[in-house]
């Protein structure tokens, strides 16, 4: 059974970093960030193609997120700088066969969720 498991949510002030790291039981071609605010629908953060390592950001966390990877090819990691309270969400990890995609519906596995909130 394939797991993925996020860690490194936490309460952050603003302007603050986090980094949570996600470690998959199997290897994927492409593993991403996605979050969830209260009330919203859950969009796409960044996503990582294993081959060649390209990465992809949403325009709202370009420039302040990162994500990378391990050498094991089974964690990703994504570090969050310059926090603001519209990051707060629960960010999930999500893992997928074939090229890197924004949608969430093309991701077949999906970990729990962290809990990042962001105080002003």
């Known amino acids: 059974q394939v797991q993925l498991v996020e860690s490194g949510g936490g309460l952050v002030q603003a302007g603050g970093s986090l980094r949570l790291p996600c470690a998959a039981s199997?290897?994927?071609?492409?593993m991403g960030w996605f979050r969830q605010a209260p009330g919203k629908a859950r969009e796409f953060v960044a996503a990582?193609?294993?081959?060649?390592?390209?990465?992809y950001y949403a325009a709202s966390v370009k420039g302040r997120f990162t994500i990378s990877r391990d050498n094991t090819q089974k964690t990703i990691f994504l570090e969050m700088n310059s926090l603001k309270p519209e990051d707060t969400a629960v960010y999930y990890c999500?893992?997928?066969?074939?090229?890197?995609?924004?949608?969430?519906?093309?991701?077949?596995?999906w970990g729990q969720g962290t809990q990042v909130t962001v105080s002003s």
């Open positions: 199997a290897r994927f071609f492409s």
């Open positions: 999500a893992a997928k066969s074939g090229a890197y995609s924004s949608s969430e519906a093309d991701y077949a596995y």
């Open positions: 990582l193609n294993w081959s060649g390592g390209s990465t």
